[in-house]
């Protein structure tokens, strides 16, 4: 074998181990997964939001995905926004949440900030955001449905890349008496 098809080979060898091991640094998680192990209970119970009820108010974030790029599904809160452009949002397991349905605790939102300005039609679009995952407790303000609401998030992703999503995987789904229950609608 010659050296030069040696070194195409290695060289090949080299790119192929790193393309592998890029998708692999890129943790696609949940919503328990931000949540420590101590509110195992809440998430048995299939209620994020009891976490909020626990002593430390859902305010506990976990710290094994700190600075770990992730991917997280969710629901899209506009925080900052021009028109369709959104600047800045919350990342939410649910529909609703934050306005008439409960707000999830801090270790249950994160706050993100896209790349490039993100297109959304209307809020709790579902959306994929894939970026750098930080503990950072911050405090955003609302203009919602019945006035303003200070928001507590637990996380923040920064220059995030943000795709729309046809389903959240571990969405918590509304009663069906909730005003929001349209929002839960399967496409077909």
Known sequence: MSSHFKTAALAGALFV???????AETAHIL????RPATQAV???AGLPMIAAKLPDHGETLSVNLQDRTIQLA??????DRD???????????????CSHMPTPPPNQIVLVTPAHPY??????????????????????QLFILDGVSVIQSGYAVRKADVVGVDTVPDSVV????SPWSFLNKKKN
């Open 174 to 177: 509304l009663p069906v008496n």
């Open 119 to 140: 297109k959304m039609s209307e809020a709790y679009q579902p959306v994929a955001v894939t970026g750098a995952l930080k503990p950072d407790m911050e405090k955003s």
């Open 31 to 34: 919503w328990k997964d931000l």
């Open 42 to 44: 809440a998430e048995d």
């Open 74 to 79: 969710g629901y899209a809160l506009p925080v």
């Open 83 to 97: 028109g369709d452009l959104v600047y800045q949002f919350l990342l939410v397991p649910w529909t609703g949440a």
């Open 17 to 23: 181990s790193f393309a592998a091991g890029a998708s």
